[in-house]
């Protein structure tokens, strides 16, 4: 069975400071994803980031960035210029490639952003 | 973006009664998910479904059951709440690009 682990269930950082969650998971797949999910205070979770564990390229969408470590099976999240807006919980998240859309998600991280 | 709109946003209820909880996607996406989300336990899946009158069990099913009458429609039912119920209920909807789910805004549930 996969399972997900988030070592971190909360951090805080001042606004413009970088930071990285954890994110390390269990799995006998070879082929597999991996994803952030955000979910801001009260709001809808949204997809952050994704990465397919045949890349070894790194995913990177603007200020967030992955560090995928596969013989290790790590996935952190790094959050460069850390923004207010960048307060909310994330999940670490996983996925048996062509599978069945089911997915995993670890117990999360909550982020405070502080001005 | 498709758009996944949950019936309630917050809900009370007493024990013994009977819950539905409804999500309504507005595309034509075949893959449905409801989730517990709890303080420390992260979301753990309860069911989900492929297509119209199909459902899977996640990891979480007792106390639960669901319906899927039309592709846009997916309801959890609680035939008899308990206290231990008493959560936030998200439903998801999957993408075409693989892991890439749409999230409802939540139900939150107590039950007294």
């Known amino acids: 069975a996969q399972t997900v682990t988030q070592s971190q269930p909360e951090m805080s950082v001042q606004e413009a400071e970088t930071v990285t969650l954890s994110c390390t998971y269990d799995?006998?797949?070879?082929?597999?994803?991996l994803f952030w999910y955000k979910q801001p205070p009260s709001r809808q979770m949204i997809l952050v980031i994704r990465?397919?564990?045949?890349?070894?390229q790194n995913a990177t969408e603007n200020r967030f960035s992955v560090n995928f470590q596969k013989a290790a099976k790590s996935f952190s999240l790094k959050i460069s210029d850390s923004q207010l807006g960048d307060t909310a919980m994330y999940f670490c998240?996983?996925?048996?490639?062509?599978?069945?859309?089911?997915?995993?998600f670890g117990k999360g991280t909550r982020l405070h952003i502080l001005p | 973006d498709v758009k996944v709109t949950q019936s309630s946003r917050y809900l009370v209820k007493r024990t013994g009664e009977k819950v539905f909880l409804e999500c309504v996607q507005d595309?034509?996406?075949?893959?449905m998910f409801w989730y517990r989300q709890d303080p420390g336990l992260g979301l753990r899946l309860i069911y989900f479904?492929?297509?119209?009158?199909?459902?899977e069990k996640g990891d979480i099913p007792e106390g639960y059951s669901v319906s899927r009458e039309k592709k846009e429609r997916f309801s959890l039912i609680l035939e008899s709440a308990s206290t231990n119920q008493t959560s936030m209920y998200l439903c998801?909807?999957?993408?075409?690009?693989?892991?890439?789910?749409?999230f409802g805004e939540g139900s939150r549930l107590t039950v007294l």
């Open positions: 990465q397919e564990a045949y890349k070894q």
């Open positions: 799995t006998s797949e070879n082929n597999y994803y």
């Open positions: 479904s492929y297509d119209v009158k199909m459902k």
């Open positions: 998240a996983f996925e048996v490639s062509d599978r069945d859309d089911k997915i995993i």
């Open positions: 998801a909807v999957s993408g075409p690009n693989t892991g890439e789910l749409f």
């Open positions: 595309m034509d996406h075949e893959n």
